[in-house]
C-alpha cells in the first residue's frame, strides 16, 4: 500500500525551506529502495494566515515499497537535521497509508480558505488514520494534513525547483537575468511570472537566504525543463525538483456578498463603485463598493505600481467584479485588490454652467436650481442651460490584474486564458 507523506512548517522568516527539506527526504528514501509515486505535491494554503513565514506553502509525497517504521526515521533524522526548528518553526509530518477520503479532501478546502483551529487537525487525523509526528506546539499538522488531501481537480501548474549547494546559502544568486527574460519570450503563456515587465526585475529567483536558487512555473513538465535549460546558471545545484502544485488557480477565492464578508478569507464581490477612488497617504487607493447587502472599501496599495491608474479611472455607477484578500484595516475590512472585472462603464456625464450668448464669457453658478449669471455683463440664464458634456472613457469593460510582483501564489495571470483546462 502506497504511504503519503506531508509535511509543514519547516522554515522560518529567516532561513529555511519545506521544498528543500522534502527534496532531501524523498531522495533519502529512494536511497532505500522506495518508489517515488507522481509528482510531489507544492501546496498553497490560505495566503492570509497571520502566521505564516513566507508563501505559506506545505509539501506532501507518495512513495511505495518503504516500511512505515523505516519512512518515519528518515523523516524525523532530516527534519532535525534541515528545519528551523530553533527559531521556533512547529514543524509537522503526517503520515497516511493509502488514499486521502472526502474528509482530507474537505479539510485542504478549508485550509485554503479559512483559519483552522489546531484542535481539528489533531481531530481529522485520528478520523482518517494519519500519524503525526510534530515539534514545538505542532501547527504544521494543518498543513501537512492539507498537501496530503489536496484536491487538484480544479486546475494544477507545476514549479521546477531548483535548489543550492549549502555553501552557497545565503550569498548572491548567481543567474544571467538576459537568459530569463529570453526564455520568458520563448516559452510565454507556458510558463508565467518568470518576469516583472513594468519594474523589470526576474522573478524566479527569491531574495531570501533560502536554499532556493530559482522556482520556474508553468502549465506543464515539458515546457519547465525546456525553460530551465534555457536559463545561465554560474553555481552548482544540488537538486532539481518539479513539483505539482495549485499556484495560480485561483482557488483561495470565494464568491461572497458583502454581508458575509470576514477578515481573513479571499473573496469575489460584485458590485457598483459608489464613490469616486481618491489617493491616500503612501500613494494607496480607495474607494468604496456596494451591492444589494451592503458596502466594502476596496483598496489598490502602493506595490500594485500601475492598476492604481487603471483603479482610478473608476467612476460611481460602474458596475465590477473585485477579487482580492479581506482584511480588517482601521477604517473597517478592505478587500486588497488583486484583479477585477470591469462588467459595465457608465457614461462620465459632467455638467457645468453655459457660455454667456453675449461675450461669450463662461458664467457662474447662482445656486443649486437658481440659474446662472454671467459676471462680465450680467446676463442670466435658467438652470434648463446648463451645458451637460460626455467624457471618453479611457478604460474598457474587461479583465485587469496587478503586475508580477505584487500577485499571490494562488491567484491566477490573466496571460493563463485556458491553458488551465488544456493540460
Same mark, same amino acid.
Given at each position: 500500500?502506497?504511504?503519503?507523506?506531508?509535511?509543514?512548517?519547516?522554515?522560518?522568516?529567516?532561513?529555511?525551506?519545506?521544498?528543500?527539506?522534502?527534496?532531501?527526504?524523498?531522495?533519502?528514501?529512494?536511497?532505500?529502495?522506495?518508489?517515488?509515486?507522481?509528482?510531489?505535491?507544492?501546496?498553497?494554503?490560505?495566503?492570509?494566515?497571520?502566521?505564516?513565514?513566507?508563501?505559506?506553502?506545505?509539501?506532501?509525497?507518495?512513495?511505495?515499497?518503504?516500511?512505515?517504521?523505516?519512512?518515519?526515521?528518515?523523516?524525523?533524522?532530516?527534519?532535525?537535521?534541515?528545519?528551523?526548528?530553533?527559531?521556533?518553526?512547529?514543524?509537522?509530518?503526517?503520515?497516511? =497509508?493509502?488514499?486521502?477520503?472526502? =474528509?482530507?479532501?474537505?479539510?485542504?478546502?478549508?485550509?485554503?480558505?479559512?483559519?483552522?483551529?489546531?484542535?481539528?487537525?489533531?481531530?481529522?487525523?485520528?478520523?482518517?488514520?494519519?500519524?503525526?509526528?510534530?515539534?514545538?506546539?505542532?501547527?504544521?499538522?494543518?498543513?501537512?494534513?492539507?498537501?496530503?488531501?489536496?484536491?487538484?481537480?480544479?486546475?494544477?501548474?507545476?514549479?521546477?525547483?531548483?535548489?543550492?549547494?549549502?555553501?552557497?546559502?545565503?550569498?548572491?544568486?548567481?543567474?544571467? $537575468?538576459?537568459?530569463?527574460?529570453?526564455?520568458?519570450?520563448?516559452?510565454?503563456?507556458?510558463?508565467?511570472?518568470?518576469?516583472?515587465?513594468?519594474?523589470?526585475?526576474?522573478?524566479?529567483?527569491?531574495?531570501?537566504?533560502?536554499?532556493?536558487?530559482?522556482?520556474?512555473?508553468?502549465?506543464?513538465?515539458?515546457?519547465?525543463?525546456?525553460?530551465?535549460?534555457?536559463? =545561465?546558471?554560474?553555481?552548482?545545484?544540488?537538486?532539481?525538483?518539479?513539483?505539482?502544485?495549485?499556484?495560480?488557480?485561483?482557488?483561495?477565492?470565494?464568491?461572497?456578498?458583502?454581508?458575509?464578508?470576514?477578515?481573513?478569507?479571499?473573496?469575489?464581490?460584485?458590485?457598483?463603485?459608489?464613490?469616486? $477612488?481618491?489617493?491616500?497617504?503612501?500613494?494607496?487607493? %480607495?474607494?468604496?463598493?456596494?451591492?444589494?447587502?451592503?458596502?466594502?472599501?476596496?483598496?489598490?496599495?502602493?506595490?500594485?505600481?500601475?492598476?492604481?491608474?487603471?483603479?482610478?479611472?473608476?467612476?460611481?455607477?460602474?458596475?465590477?467584479?473585485?477579487?482580492?484578500?479581506?482584511?480588517?484595516?482601521?477604517?473597517?475590512?478592505?478587500?486588497?485588490?488583486?484583479?477585477?472585472?470591469?462588467?459595465?462603464?457608465?457614461?462620465?456625464?459632467?455638467?457645468?454652467?453655459?457660455?454667456?450668448?453675449?461675450?461669450?464669457?463662461?458664467?457662474?453658478?447662482?445656486?443649486?436650481?437658481?440659474? %446662472?449669471?454671467?459676471? =462680465?455683463?450680467?446676463?442670466?440664464? $435658467?438652470?434648463?442651460?446648463?451645458?451637460?458634456?460626455?467624457?471618453?472613457?479611457?478604460?474598457?469593460?474587461?479583465?485587469?490584474?496587478?503586475? $508580477?510582483?505584487?500577485?499571490?501564489?494562488?491567484?491566477?495571470?490573466?496571460?493563463?486564458?485556458?491553458?488551465?483546462?488544456?493540460?
Amino acid at each position: 500500500m502506497a504511504l503519503w507523506i506531508g509535511i509543514d512548517d519547516t522554515d522560518s522568516r529567516k532561513a529555511g525551506c519545506t521544498t528543500y527539506v522534502a527534496a532531501v527526504a524523498m531522495r533519502r528514501l529512494e536511497a532505500l529502495g522506495a518508489r517515488l509515486i507522481g509528482y510531489p505535491r507544492l501546496v498553497r494554503l490560505n495566503p492570509n494566515c497571520p502566521y505564516k513565514t513566507r508563501g505559506n506553502a506545505a509539501v506532501a509525497f507518495k512513495v511505495e515499497g518503504v516500511e512505515l517504521e523505516k519512512a518515519e526515521d528518515v523523516m524525523t533524522g532530516v527534519i532535525e537535521e534541515l528545519s528551523e526548528l530553533d527559531e521556533g518553526a512547529e514543524t509537522s509530518i503526517a503520515f497516511l =497509508r493509502g488514499e486521502p477520503d472526502e =474528509r482530507l479532501r474537505g479539510f485542504y478546502w478549508r485550509a485554503v480558505r479559512e483559519l483552522i483551529p489546531l484542535e481539528d487537525g489533531f481531530r481529522v487525523a485520528e478520523e482518517v488514520g494519519a500519524k503525526l509526528i510534530y515539534y514545538n506546539g505542532g501547527m504544521g499538522i494543518i498543513g501537512a494534513l492539507a498537501a496530503i488531501g489536496a484536491d487538484l481537480s480544479l486546475g494544477k501548474t507545476y514549479e521546477l525547483i531548483a535548489h543550492r549547494r549549502r555553501e552557497y546559502w545565503g550569498t548572491v544568486r548567481r543567474i544571467d $537575468p538576459v537568459s530569463v527574460f529570453d526564455m520568458d519570450r520563448a516559452t510565454r503563456p507556458y510558463t508565467f511570472d518568470n518576469i516583472d515587465p513594468e519594474s523589470g526585475e526576474i522573478r524566479i529567483a527569491p531574495h531570501t537566504p533560502c536554499p532556493v536558487l530559482l522556482g520556474i512555473r508553468g502549465v506543464n513538465p515539458e515546457i519547465l525543463e525546456k525553460a530551465f535549460k534555457m536559463i =545561465r546558471i554560474y553555481e552548482p545545484i544540488e537538486f532539481v525538483t518539479i513539483f505539482e502544485t495549485n499556484q495560480a488557480t485561483d482557488v483561495h477565492y470565494q464568491k461572497l456578498r458583502t454581508s458575509d464578508l470576514s477578515d481573513g478569507v479571499s473573496a469575489i464581490v460584485e458590485g457598483i463603485v459608489a464613490e469616486a $477612488p481618491r489617493i491616500d497617504v503612501g500613494g494607496h487607493v %480607495f474607494f468604496k463598493l456596494r451591492d444589494m447587502h451592503g458596502e466594502i472599501w476596496c483598496a489598490a496599495y502602493e506595490p500594485t505600481k500601475s492598476f492604481r491608474k487603471l483603479i482610478l479611472q473608476l467612476i460611481p455607477g460602474d458596475e465590477i467584479v473585485a477579487y482580492g484578500a479581506v482584511k480588517q484595516k482601521p477604517q473597517g475590512l478592505t478587500l486588497n485588490l488583486e484583479k477585477i472585472y470591469i462588467r459595465v462603464l457608465v457614461e462620465n456625464i459632467i455638467e457645468r454652467p453655459p457660455t454667456c450668448p453675449d461675450c461669450r464669457k463662461r458664467m457662474t453658478s447662482m445656486g443649486k436650481n437658481k440659474g %446662472f449669471k454671467c459676471r =462680465r455683463c450680467g446676463t442670466r440664464l $435658467p438652470e434648463e442651460c446648463k451645458e451637460i458634456v460626455r467624457v471618453p472613457r479611457a478604460i474598457k469593460p474587461g479583465f485587469y490584474e496587478v503586475p $508580477p510582483s505584487a500577485r499571490r501564489h494562488l491567484t491566477r495571470p490573466l496571460m493563463l486564458g485556458e491553458l488551465l483546462r488544456d493540460n
